[in-house]
C-alpha cells in the first residue's frame, strides 16, 4: 500500500512539473498565447492541469468564452481595482460581460469577473472561487451536478443577469454542493437549490453573509433540502417579514446562523424548530458590520463590526458569516499563490548614476 501511494505522489508530482501556464488576452495587441477560452481549448498544446491565466480585458463574446478542455485551472488578477489608464487594456479586470460556459469536468476558476457562469450538462468537480460574480446556474434541463464548491465569491447588487445568484434546479439532482464564504446580496432571490424529483442534495451553506435587498413579501433568500445550514449571517434590509419560508428548507439541519428577524416575526413554530440553535436577535447591517468601505473594494462593507452580534456565534465558537471560517473571503479576490506587488519606492533622480527602485511582493494571499 504504501508503495502504490509514493507511485501516486510521483505521478501527481509530475503533472504538477508538466502543467504549463498560458496567457488569454482579447486584445490582438497584448501579444498573448490565445484570443479566447475557445480558442486554448481548441489548440493540441493546452492540456489537462494546465492554467489559462486571464489578463484584464472584456471578453464580450459568449462562444469565445467556452470551456470544452477537461482540467482547466482559470485565474485572473482579482476585482475592484483602479483602471489602468495609458495601458494595452483600460480596464484592470478578466472581466467576462458574456457568460462562461463549462462544458467539461474538473475545472478550477479563480480571480475573474464574469455576469454569469453556466455549468453544461452533467458537470462534477467543479470549484468557483474569489470571483465577482453575477449568476451560477446550471443549464435548463440537465441533472446530476455533483461535486460544486463556490466559496469566497462576491455577489454585488446589480450585476449580471441577477434574479437568482445560485441556482441548481428546472429538474436537476444536483449532489454534493458547498457554498461557503460568499457575499451575496439578493434582489429578489438568493440561492435555489430545489430539484424536480426531491432528490437529497446533500448540500452545505456556511458561513455566507446573505443580504436581502427587496423591498417585497413571498420571496425567500433560500430554497433548499437535505441541506446543512449553518454559520450564515442573513439580513433583510428593509424589515420585509417573509424572507425565511420553512416550506422552502426541507429536510435541513439549521443551526448557529444569525438572522435578522425580530420577535414579533418569529412564529412559534420557527422558535420550536430552530430558536434553540439559531440567534433571531435582530441583526441589522448597523450592529453586525462596519458599513464603511475601504480602498474602494466595496466588500469590505461587510466586515465584522467590534462588538458585532455575529462574532463569536458560528458552530466553532468563531465568526458567522463570509470573513471566517474554512474559506475566508479575501478582499479583492486575490487568487491564491499568485505573487503581486503591493508597494513601491523609486527615487525621482538617480544617485551616482544608479536609480535604485525597491518593491515589495505577497507571494499569496490567504
Known amino acids: 500500500m504504501k508503495k502504490l501511494v509514493l507511485l501516486a505522489a510521483v505521478a501527481v508530482c509530475t503533472l504538477a512539473a508538466n502543467a504549463a501556464t498560458w496567457r488569454i488576452n482579447s486584445n490582438p495587441a497584448a501579444k498573448p498565447d490565445f484570443l479566447s477560452l475557445k480558442a486554448a481549448c481548441d489548440s493540441d ?3 489537462i492541469g494546465d492554467t ?37 487594456s483600460t480596464i484592470a479586470e478578466a472581466t467576462f460581460s458574456a457568460a462562461i460556459n463549462l462544458r467539461e469536468d474538473s475545472i478550477q476558476i479563480e480571480g475573474v469577473k464574469a455576469a454569469e457562469i453556466i455549468l453544461w450538462e452533467s458537470r462534477k468537480d467543479i470549484v468557483i472561487e474569489r470571483c465577482y460574480l453575477g449568476k451560477v446556474r446550471t443549464g435548463d434541463s440537465y441533472r446530476n451536478q455533483k461535486r460544486i464548491a463556490i466559496r469566497s465569491n462576491y455577489f454585488p447588487a446589480n450585476y449580471g443577469p441577477g434574479y437568482e445568484r445560485i441556482i441548481f434546479s428546472n429538474q436537476n439532482e444536483a449532489s454534493e454542493i458547498d457554498i461557503e464564504n460568499n457575499i451575496i446580496i439578493v434582489d429578489p432571490h438568493g440561492i435555489n437549490l430545489t430539484t424536480t424529483y426531491g432528490t437529497a442534495l446533500s448540500a452545505v451553506i456556511a458561513h455566507n453573509t446573505i443580504i436581502d435587498i427587496y423591498q417585497a413579501d413571498n420571496f425567500p433568500v433560500l430554497a433548499t433540502s437535505h441541506s446543512e445550514i449553518r454559520d450564515n449571517i442573513f439580513i433583510q434590509k428593509y424589515g420585509k417579514k417573509g424572507f425565511l419560508y420553512l416550506d422552502q428548507l426541507v429536510n435541513c439541519q439549521i443551526y448557529n446562523n444569525v438572522w435578522s428577524m425580530v420577535e414579533a ?5 420557527v422558535y420550536a424548530q430552530y430558536g434553540a440553535d439559531n440567534y433571531f436577535i435582530g441583526a441589522t447591517e448597523e450592529n453586525t458590520f462596519t458599513c464603511q468601505q475601504v480602498g474602494g473594494a466595496s466588500e469590505t462593507y461587510y466586515q465584522l ?9 458560528a458552530y466553532q465558537h468563531e465568526d458567522c458569516g463570509a470573513f471566517a471560517g474554512t474559506w475566508p473571503f479575501v478582499i479583492n479576490g486575490r487568487p491564491l499563490g499568485v505573487p503581486y506587488i503591493y508597494d513601491v519606492v523609486a527615487p525621482h533622480r538617480p544617485e551616482n548614476d544608479v536609480l535604485t527602485i525597491t518593491f515589495k511582493v505577497k507571494a499569496n494571499n490567504e
Do not use: H, Q, R, W
Not at 64 to 74: A, H, M, Q, R, S
Not at 265 to 269: F, G, I, K, L, S
Open 265 to 269: 416575526d418569529v412564529t412559534a413554530e
Open 305 to 313: 463590526k467590534e462588538g458585532s452580534v455575529a462574532a463569536g456565534k
Open 52 to 88: 489559462l491565466y486571464c489578463e484584464p480585458a472584456e471578453y464580450n463574446v459568449s462562444e469565445e468564452n467556452t470551456i470544452t478542455k477537461k482540467g482547466l485551472v482559470l485565474i485572473g488578477p482579482g476585482f475592484n481595482f483602479k483602471n489602468n489608464y495609458g495601458g494595452i
Open 45 to 47: 498544446y493546452v492540456a
